[in-house]
């Protein structure tokens, strides 16, 4: 896909908006008219040309905003990225991890030479252009995980593993669906699950502790998460409740399509091959409602989803001011008719 | 959770690119991928499956990455050739010339170098030397203080003690068994500072001997790390029915419950074949005799349950077991 990056902004005026060719490769996560919960892991391998699956690591035409937005975060709350001391090498993981696949995938966009431990890393979208010591903190302008975090859409934790445990002990989380990494920082696997509705229930996170501790290395794996948030905002942290916690309440039957937004993380784990630790990363992409329905199948699909979710679920994900609201506008989009399997467009 | 996400692993053919005798029962490889290019960027303290067809079986043994995390030209792992019948060890020996092609999997790392460690100490009983050689060389990188003691059987088989000792000196320190001489574990474990981490890999005897000081020494037990390879014992043999598969195996005498299913054409997951990295836990449907729990990872209510195996390294005494593969 030939990539046009937009100016626009996450915040404020919000003129986030998807052009025609990213609402259709939107990563819609319903595979039916109703909603499942399941554990939906999947070995992240490539999917089809132009889906965000494409490549393990997507950047798409918001890609510049994005990271403007991510630097205004930092700007206003540094803590959003922190890092443990004995997360160095795992830092250094990632920076190879997410410099290789951009720049094999966006030659055009993303160049990396590397000769030993001499790297070269151009970055053209964002004007920069860094030769730097594979290992040596001391000769990038940021730490590790913050430098090449600042280039790359999607926020990431860096997991140590010991003591037959995991532990969230780095971190850079700017686009999160309500969640702190100050408050995780240092916990362990079931600590930082804590809050979590119907969790400790039937093994269920013993059974991930497991499966996520004998993760392979070049075996990455993925899994889609959703929610929805009003307005295309990125940063609905818990430390920012106060800025966007009132925009509930701004929703009208008027405006439900330009505010309400399905918001899909694409989740991704991998292990990283020096320290041994795990990533994880968390990707937003964002669609309003007026885009949505653009697309026929997801106009039907999506208030029959909605009409059908367990009530922990809509108290869980925040929508019962909207929800009723959003069902009754989408209705008008779906005549009844019956809708493909899978999630993407027909 | 699917498991067919971590069903064996990703095989990188490789081919053999050298050969050395390393002492009198150990004999080094070097491994360098067909494909050309580097091998995967691996940590200290991974292993390697490393596959064989020998004759129509096809067996796999788990071996740790010696050698340079920085040189990934090729992986070299060491071999001790042990005479149990199972054949993996005396087929690379006696059979494996440079040239030929084997497969290893990715590396996987169930020992890796706890990073928030102060100090390392390092005991390595005969073959288990191996994975302190990477050990060693990444400490040295990282720039964190090790010690590295070593004790084997006697002169002659003291795989790379001349070569550690040339290249780290003082830190490290010989012990022969023939000679008398003995790790002197009580004065190591006393008085270590604070974030000092222990790693043991050698024979079980010496792995528990190690552990059971460590734990009577106060050391808590999250500083206490070891890895051992155990073999799958032999034993008579017996049937496995594979209830969901519909098959039925013979698991011979030397063979392993995991060998025998995966002869049948069925991949059941698997990490470290040692039993102790959990992967090949399985279900038991149901056992004419009792389970033989040979690994290390299950609890012991969850041995005497008699509902879950370690394919890898357990077996049963009786002539029928059934599983939920
Ligand atoms: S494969 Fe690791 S316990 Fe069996």
Known sequence: MNLVFKKETFRDDFTFKNSPEHVRRFPFPFHEDKYMYTVNIEPHTPGPV??????????????????????????????RCQALPHMQLAEWDLVELLMVSMSEHYPEHFTLTRDGDKWHWINRPLGIDQQFTFGDTATLPYPPMEYITRQCQGDFCLIDQRDGNLWMDAGIVTTQADWSLDFDIGMNF???????????????????????????????????????????????????????????????????????????????????????????SIRCYLISMNELVSVPKWARRMPRV????????????????????????????????PTSPGGQPD | ??????????????????????SERVKRFRFEPVAGGSMPVFSAGAHVVVSMNIGSRRARNPYSLMGSVTDLSAYEISVLKTVDSRGGSVFLHDSVKIGDQLTVSTP????????????????????????????????????????????????QAGAYADTLKARYGHLVHLYIDSRDERIPLDALLKNQPLGTHLYVCGPGGMINWVLESGRKAGWPEENLHSERFLAPPSGKPFSVVLERSKKTVTVGEHESILEAIEASGVEPPYLCRGGACGQCLTCVVSCDGTLEHNDHYLAPEERDGNQKIMICVSRIKGSNLVLDL
Not at chain 1, 51 to 79: G, N, Q, T
Request: hydrophobic content about 40%; aromatic content about 8%.
């Open chain 1, 50 to 79: 132009n889906s965000v699956f494409e490549f393990p690591i997507d950047v798409d035409e918001h890609y510049v905003s994005e990271m403007e937005d991510r630097a205004l975060v930092l700007k206003d709350d540094p803590l």
């Open chain 1, 190 to 280: 079931m600590e930082w699950h804590g809050p979590v509705p119907l969790a400790h229930e039937a093994g269920v996170f013993d059974r991930a502790l497991k499966f996520l501790m004998n993760l392979q290395l070049g075996k990455p794996v993925r899994r889609l998460n959703w929610t929805m948030s009003i307005n295309p905002r990125l940063d609905t942290s818990p430390e920012n409740f106060h800025k966007w916690g009132s925009d509930r309440m701004t929703v009208t039957p008027e405006n439900i399509g330009e505010k309400v937004h399905l918001r899909v993380e694409l989740q991704g784990l991998w292990r990283l091959p020096r320290s041994n630790a795990i990533v994880f």
């Open chain 1, 306 to 337: 909605l009409k059908n979710l367990p009530p922990e679920l809509i108290d869980y994900k925040g929508l019962s001011r909207y929800r009723q609201m959003t069902i009754d506008w989408l209705s008008r989009f779906d005549d009844g008719a």
């Open chain 2, 1 to 22: 959770m699917s498991m067919n996400l971590m069903s064996g692993s990703t095989e990188i053919p490789v081919r053999v690119a050298d050969i050395v005798q390393v």
């Open chain 2, 108 to 155: 996987v790392n169930l020992f890796p170098v706890e990073q928030r460690g102060r100090k390392f100490i390092l005991i390595a009983g005969g073959i288990g030397i191996t994975p302190m050689i990477a050990m060693a060389e990444q400490l040295t990188a990282q720039k964190l203080p090790f010690e590295l003691h070593y004790a084997y059987r006697n002169d």
